[in-house]
């Protein structure tokens, strides 16, 4: 067998409702997504086959009798066809994951200082959805991160086989990332996925929905869906955070032009990752693609276990992302508007064709 084989069989005895519907997409079996306004005409629709409902924050999953049946693709498109704001629950994942790379996982790296703060005409609160984060010297004694610490903590080692799972301390990792662009940026962390990388829309679009007013949200996971166009619900809760707030993503690590979810959204921010000066062989690319920073052999804050003390170099469009955001975070402190920093970061370097702008930082 494949270790991308392996892998997969490893995902799905640990996520027993997942089911492969197509490669590279995997989703939550017998749910349902639809925004709650829907929601009285889509309970009527499928009446002969739901079985419970789960409100909160704009969106229902609804769960649909396992007896029944019922492909929730071809429902959703039956729904969407009548006007419906309906999908599945897709699983997201952490960019690097191990559907297609990277091509390493994180090692350990030397401890560098936090860049200093240049001058601040204005805070900047940049939200974080990922694995959530560890105490860190570059930002445990800040009050952002002591009204949250608990509720954030990352998860090392959630199978107690005395290693570090997957992806344990990728939030950390993409935090320390936004800061080195953006020292005195304020940090709001959700946990969307857990240590092994894995989540699912439900669980971002309430994150989304619950989020607040913030400047700049940094999302480095997401999936391919179903049929290659956007969750309804998902456009909704990206759309309802407002002009205001800057939404920037990762491109995704499948090495393809397919459109990688919620980066390819319109009006988010959708990063693919340099190799020096060239695209990264793991990253995505595409038209849809709008800026392209260093994803390789990134140094960034990491947790503190085993062999790491700290500080790792870690490689993946997750981590192009965060260069990006705290790009925009940085204009942001300099007094610049949310929108005004993105379209300032977006045309501060030259085009490439399937990788946007490319944004030289550092």
């Keep these: 067998m494949s270790d991308r084989g392996a892998r997969l069989e490893r995902l799905l005895a640990r996520h027993r409702d997942a089911r492969l519907v197509a490669p590279g997409t995997l989703l939550r079996r017998d749910q349902l997504l639809v925004a709650d306004r829907d929601l009285p005409r889509v309970e009527e629709l499928l009446r002969r086959w739901w079985d419970s409902r789960e409100e909160g924050h704009g969106v229902t999953r609804l769960r ?35 559907w297609a790379g990277p091509a390493d996982r994180p090692r350990p790296a030397r401890p560098v200082p936090l ?45 107690s086989d005395h290693a570090l799972d997957a992806q344990a301390g990728h939030g950390t990792f993409v935090a320390g990332v936004v800061l080195q ?57 990206v759309a309802a955070l407002g002009p205001g707030t800057v939404v920037v993503a990762c491109a995704g690590n499948t090495a393809s032009d397919r459109p990688f ?24 690319h595409g038209p849809w693609v709008d800026a392209c920073a260093q ?32 790009a925009v975070a940085a204009r942001v402190t300099a007094g610049s508007g949310g929108p005004a920093a993105a379209a300032a970061v977006l045309s501060s370097g030259p085009a490439r064709s399937g990788l946007g702008t490319i944004i030289a930082i550092g």
């Design 295 to 326: 994803g390789v052999a990134v140094h960034s804050s990491f947790v503190w276990f085993g062999k790491f003390d700290g500080y790792a170099l870690w490689s993946g469009t997750s981590f192009a992302a965060p260069a990006v955001a705290g």
């Design 64 to 98: 649909l009798a396992p007896s029944a049946g019922v492909d929730v693709c071809e429902v959703s498109l039956l729904a969407r066809a009548q006007g419906l704001d309906v999908g599945p629950n897709h699983l997201v994942y952490g960019q690097p994951m191990w």
């Design 115 to 159: 860049p200093a703060c240049g001058p601040v005409r204005r805070d900047v609160t940049v939200a974080v959805l990922d694995t959530g984060l560890d105490p860190h010297p570059w930002y445990a004694a800040a009050d952002w991160f002591a009204g949250q610490r608990d509720l954030v903590a990352e998860a090392l080692d959630t199978d």
């Design 181 to 237: 662009y953006a020292p005195s940026a304020r940090i709001t962390a959700r946990r969307v996925i857990g240590g092994d990388g894995i989540g699912d829309e439900l669980t971002l679009i309430r994150a989304l929905r619950g989020l607040g007013r913030v400047d700049v949200v940094n999302i480095s996971l997401g999936c391919h869906t179903f049929d290659d166009r956007p969750s309804p619900v998902m456009s909704q809760a």
């Design 261 to 284: 979810w919620p980066a390819a959204l319109p009006g988010v921010i959708a990063v693919a990752a340099l190799d020096g000066t060239e695209r990264a062989w793991f990253s995505n």
